[in-house]
């Protein structure tokens, strides 16, 4: 325990610390803890004596001072009482200033807590701003995305409504606006693909009615791309053997550059189905918008073909509606693969254009039994042509309607047979058999260059008018020969990849041909052999002539027509045979005509076989029987060629010889008189001088046994007949019958 003495000095340092503090504030401080501390440990009355000590030294010390100082002190008292009065009345300005402020700060604490409930509701009202804010922007946003709708502008109102969705609404997500919207985001969706969906239809309306024009425009380019082929294979010879959409055409066709898509005549803006793709992309609806689409084409493509057409229309327009409205249809389709690779696909195209193609064939094929005319046949033909050389150049496989143009080509032949039957049949039964008079040169130039006839002169020693042996059935009908062939061909033009079927046709159009003119031609003139008029006979005759010569250029024709490739074998017509046979038919009846007319002048023939005077003329029936073989020779024969004047004179002479040798051998002529053997002798004389004079040798053969039968019977030496060396050296020709009836007619007279 510590000693008194220390507790006391500790005391008194403690006294002198309270007393020596700086401040108030630590005056008290020191104070309270000496206090504390004195209780603590018992010290409290030391401590108070050391400060009652302090005090007293201290009241002490003033005191001396004031002793000292006492002057000073008083006056410094006065002072300090001065001062103790103002600081007095300034401590009442300032209790009086305090109160002032402690009223202020009162207000003011009030004020304060106004200010912070002020700031408390303007916090709320900032954070309902910035609500209302939040969602007045979600608004608007969505109210955009309607106004983008209306506006058109489709992806960048499914992009506002992304935006919205994914960033807007996560702000105001604490608000039942937030909800709402976001429920009504996939309606709105839909209706972005619905109102896309609607342009795309209204695209799509627009492209059927463009459809037609735009096939028009793409046939009117092909036909332009025709001509200027044409141009060129007609400068340049060997483009000749390069078809139309070839590599070589296309080639030298690149620089005339011509968009069907898009030129001065239609413009197809693919803009609207891009838009509707991206917008059904950017849905994940790619896969359902590909297949409403491909039905909605399909659908079209029902709309596009109608229940039935016409081929006989004057302007073809129901064919050409039909085949531009496909064609434009096609263009599109193919058009949007090139530009969308992934809506639509080669398969869909092709199965949409293979649909096509044989509805056409049907509706085509269903009204074709209305076509009766070849020329518009083939105006059918060429339009098909048009459509099919369109589409093939844009890809587009055209087996189907190349195997079609078969089927128009077997109905145009027929049609064609069909035709030229009735015109032969016409030029033959109105024709007059008889030969062709010309007038000018350049009717017979023309003649010459449509018949197949070689003229005997040429063209300068000719003077007109002149006549052609032939009549004017011939070169008529050569005309149509060889337009028959021609329309064959006619069919090949602009395009058909068929020229074996050509060649074939030819082949069966020859068979056609040569049942036109064996059954049109031949027969009918054959028919007409009937007729009892020489000179008409005569006239079958040579047209049949130049008909068998004009066959065999035909024959050569066909085979120079064919194509190389299917050049073979010659081709035989039957109708060469047919008039080469018909003319042996022409020529027996004019035998049989001149015959019948030697016969009827033979049988005016009135020998008396028991004269007893001679006759000094040849009989009357001799002398116009020569003459009428004079006569028909160099009139109504004249046209005949040489070999055959030559036959029938041959014929008729045998044919006379025979009829005169009848004379005598009639059952009723008993006996002949020298007389009558020398008037028969002198007419055999006169038609063996006639005969003379034709200048042609072998035509004496025929007179043989008429001459050696006469001599026979004016033989002084008859017997002789009977040696058989002498009757093959006198009487040859003699008939071994009849010499003897003879002899002994003339034995008995």
């Known amino acids: 325990m510590p000693s008194l003495v220390d507790q006391g000095h500790h005391t008194d340092i403690v006294a002198q610390q309270i007393v020596l503090a700086a401040s108030e504030t630590e005056y008290f401080h020191e104070l309270i803890t000496a206090i504390k501390n004195a209780e603590i440990g018992g010290g409290g009355q030391h401590l108070l004596q050391s400060l009652g000590l302090y005090s007293i030294d201290r009241e002490s010390e003033i005191e001396s001072i004031c002793s000292l100082y006492q002057q000073g002190f008083v006056s410094s008292v006065n002072q300090l009482q001065e001062v103790r009065d103002g600081s007095f009345t300034l401590m009442t300005d300032v209790l009086g200033l305090n109160n002032s402020i402690q009223s202020s700060i009162e207000a003011l604490s009030q004020q304060k807590k106004a200010l912070v409930d002020c700031r408390a509701v303007r916090q709320k009202i900032n954070d309902a701003d910035q609500a209302l804010h939040n969602c007045l922007e979600v608004l608007r946003l969505a109210n955009q995305v309607y106004d983008l709708l209306g506006k058109k502008i489709y992806y960048s109102a499914l992009r506002a409504l992304d935006e919205l969705q994914n960033v807007h609404l996560l702000e105001v997500t604490q608000y039942r606006i937030a909800d709402l919207i976001q429920k009504s985001v996939p309606a709105t969706k839909k209706l972005v693909g619905d109102a896309v969906m609607a342009d795309l239809n209204t695209w799509l309306f627009r492209i059927r009615e463009t459809s037609q024009f735009l096939g028009e425009v793409s046939f009117y380019h092909t036909e332009q791309r025709r001509t200027r082929h044409k141009d060129r294979s007609e400068k340049i010879v060997p483009s000749t053997s390069f078809m139309l959409n070839s590599a070589v055409e296309l080639v ?3 620089d005339e550059e011509f ?7 239609v413009q197809v803006d693919f803009t609207p189905l891009f838009e509707c793709m991206h917008i059904h992309d950017a849905l994940g609806q790619m896969e359902s918008f590909k297949v409403d689409y491909a039905f ?14 016409t081929l006989i229309d004057l302007d073809g327009a129901s064919l050409s509606e039909l085949l531009e409205g496909i ?28 649909s096509m193609c044989q509805t056409a064939i049907t509706l085509i094929s269903k009204a074709l039994y209305e076509v009766a005319n070849a020329e518009l046949l083939l105006k059918i033909k060429g339009v098909l042509a048009l459509f099919i050389q369109t589409m093939s150049s844009w890809g587009y496989p055209v087996g189907s309607l190349d195997a079609f143009l078969l089927t128009l080509f077997d109905k145009y032949a027929e049609l064609l047979k069909r035709r030229f039957s009735d015109d032969f049949q016409e030029i033959v039964s109105t024709d007059d058999y008889m030969p062709m008079p010309i007038h000018k040169g350049d009717e017979y130039d023309k003649v010459v260059n449509v018949s197949w006839y070689t003229p005997e002169k040429s063209r300068d020693e000719l003077r007109f008018p002149c006549v052609l042996p032939f009549s004017q059935m011939y070169p008529l009908c050569c005309i149509d020969i060889r337009n028959f062939l021609n329309q064959f061909y006619f069919f090949s033009d602009d395009h058909f990849r068929h020229p074996k079927v050509i060649d074939d046709a030819l082949k069966s159009s020859s068979q056609s041909l040569d049942e036109l003119l064996c059954e049109k031609v031949c027969h009918s003139l054959v028919d007409r052999l009937s007729s009892q008029y020489l000179g008409q006979i005569v006239q079958i005759l040579i ?4 008909f068998e010569i004009a066959c065999r250029e035909l024959e050569q024709l066909l085979v120079s027509a064919r194509s190389s490739a299917s050049a073979g074998s010659a081709i035989a017509l039957r109708a060469s045979e047919e008039f080469r046979s018909s003319k042996k038919t022409a020529e027996k009846r004019i035998f049989e005509l001149v015959n019948s007319k030697i016969d009827d002048l033979i049988g005016t023939a009135e020998y008396d076989w028991t004269a007893s005077r001679l006759e000094n003329e040849p009989s009357n029936y001799m002398q116009t029987l020569t003459r009428y073989l004079s006569n028909i020779m160099t009139t109504v024969l004249l046209g005949l060629p040489t070999e055959i004047k030559e036959l029938i004179y041959f014929d008729a002479l045998s044919h006379a010889a025979t009829m005169i040798l009848s004379v005598p051998l009639s059952p009723d002529i008993k006996s002949i008189s020298r007389q009558g053997v020398a008037a028969l002798a002198k007419d055999v004389q ?20 008429l001459q050696q039968t006469v001599a026979l019977m004016q033989a002084d030496k008859s017997d002789e007949y009977y040696d058989v060396a002498t009757r093959n050296k006198k009487y040859g020709r003699v008939d071994a019958v009849n010499g003897p009836i003879l002899l002994e007619k003339y034995k008995n007279p």
Do not use: C
């Open 686 to 705: 006169y038609l063996t001088e006639f005969v003379d004079t034709l200048g042609n040798p072998i035509l004496k053969e025929n007179l043989d046994e």
């Open 252 to 254: 030298a066709d690149e």
């Open 543 to 546: 047209n049949l002539e130049h």
């Open 327 to 354: 064609a434009g249809f096609a263009l599109i389709e193919k058009a949007t693969m090139k530009k969308a690779p992934n809506l639509r696909s080669m398969v869909e195209i092709d199965e949409l254009w293979e």
């Open 259 to 265: 968009d069907i898509l898009d030129n001065e005549d």
């Open 296 to 309: 909605t084409r399909r659908q079209q493509k029902e709309l596009l073909m109608p229940a039935s057409i």
